[in-house]
Nanobody, 124 residues
Framework: QVQLVESGGGLVQAGGSLRLSCAAS????????MGWFRQALGKERKFVAA????????YYTDSVKGRFTISRDNAKNTVYLQMNSLKPEDTAVYYC?????????????????WGQGTQVTVSS
């Protein structure tokens, strides 16, 4: 069982930056693939980024490539999402997700554990 807690969301102007954190409980965090997803109001949850168990492989949806960076610190049981050059269309609730396999997928249904989400609002 893994519990995930996101933090770092907030209100930022277009062009600004935020760093989201997802703290995980449990002693086997290093064996989990992690993902970030987002859900805008009235829309379905969509893939943003993912990282494999040791951080060597990262994946991004096209709309955030070059602006967002996913990383992890296994010693701190935490995964991060650094978001730069934010746009109003990035506004959403951001969720982190985990599954006890080494390599991630972009499919939300594949993940077993989810955080409660953190709101990111980008004003124009």
């Amino acid at each position: 069982q893994v519990q995930l807690v996101e933090s770092g969301g907030g209100l930022v102007q277009a062009g600004g930056s935020l760093r989201l954190s997802c703290a995980a409980s449990g002693r086997t965090f290093s064996s989990y693939a992690m993902g970030w997803f987002r859900q805008a109001l009235g829309k379905e949850r969509k893939f943003v980024a993912a990282i494999n168990w040791n951080g060597d492989s990262t994946y991004y949806t096209d709309s955030v490539k070059g602006r967002f960076t996913i990383s992890r610190d296994n010693a701190k049981n935490t995964v991060y999402l650094q978001m730069n050059s934010l746009k109003p269309e990035d506004t959403a609730v951001y969720y982190c997700a985990a599954r006890n396999l080494l390599e991630p997928r972009a499919d939300a249904a594949w993940y077993d554990y989810w955080g409660q989400g953190t709101q990111v609002t980008v004003s124009s």
